[in-house]
């Protein structure tokens, strides 16, 4: 079946490093969403990526949708604690309007 | 506006009871879902509904039942609860299927353990 793999499962880093997961889907897809989800928290929508291509910035995070709309990553410049958290992509199902297929997160964790 | 919220936070039920997780929305959202988060895992969807009185299975939906009689409230029922069952349940809310723009809205969670 249709599968969304995200790499890697976890990150630790340095406060003030960088920090990048990727996601690799199995299927094209007509869009891809990121999430965050703080510890004990619920996920929180970060963006939605449509054009093949597409490079979106918010602040120090930077998304890519690729030009095959079959792969994204989420780039985090200079980490910072408020970062810590799980990052999930996810896109829709091939055959239906209203499921979304997600990535199994890449959990950044900021070393002591 | 309280966005999505959901009861109970926390729940412990034994093998074989029932129980109904309750969602509801206040952004009159027709698409709402529920997810269960299992670790290591991403989300998985078990039930959705496209409007009041319109509901269909996701990914995972064996063991659950759901109805949506208004735009608010989406239920989700365990029927006989199994261990398998443990696990982190999240409903959510938007304003347009996921083919669309589609931000999703979710609640706090639920955390079910099941003995």
């Known amino acids: 079946g249709q599968q969304v793999m995200q790499i890697p499962q976890y990150q630790h880093v340095q406060e003030g490093e960088d920090f990048t997961t990727y996601c690799n889907s199995s299927?094209?897809?007509?869009?891809i969403q990121w999430y965050k989800q703080r510890p004990g928290g619920h996920p929180v929508f970060l963006i939605q990526?449509?054009?093949s291509g597409e490079v979106k910035k918010q602040k120090r995070l930077t998304f890519q949708f690729g030009e095959a709309k079959k792969n994204s990553s989420l780039h985090i410049t200079a980490t910072q604690t408020t970062d810590v958290g799980t990052y999930f992509c996810?896109?829709?199902?091939?055959?239906?309007?209203?499921?979304?297929?997600w990535g199994a997160g890449t959990k950044l964790i900021i070393k002591p | 506006n309280a966005g999505v919220t959901q009861t109970p936070k926390f729940q412990v039920l034994k093998t074989g009871q029932s129980m109904t997780l309750q969602c509801a929305q206040d952004?009159?959202?027709?698409?709402m879902s529920w997810y269960r988060q299992d670790p290591g895992m991403g989300l998985r969807l078990i039930h959705y509904?496209?409007?009041?009185?319109?509901?269909d299975q996701g990914e995972v939906p064996n063991g659950y039942n759901v109805s949506r009689s208004t735009t608010e409230d989406f239920p989700l029922r365990l029927l006989s609860a199994a261990p398998s069952q443990t696990s982190v349940y999240f409903c959510?809310?938007?304003?347009?299927?996921?083919?669309?723009?589609?931000?999703?809205?979710f609640g706090p969670g639920t955390r079910l353990t099941v003995l």
């Open positions: 952004m009159n959202h027709e698409y």
């Open positions: 299927t094209t897809l007509s869009n």
């Open positions: 990526l449509v054009k």
């Open positions: 996810a896109g829709p199902h091939k055959n239906s309007n209203y499921q979304l297929i």
């Open positions: 959510a809310s938007s304003s347009s299927p996921v083919s669309s723009y589609n931000e999703q809205f």
């Open positions: 509904s496209v409007g009041a009185g319109i509901t």
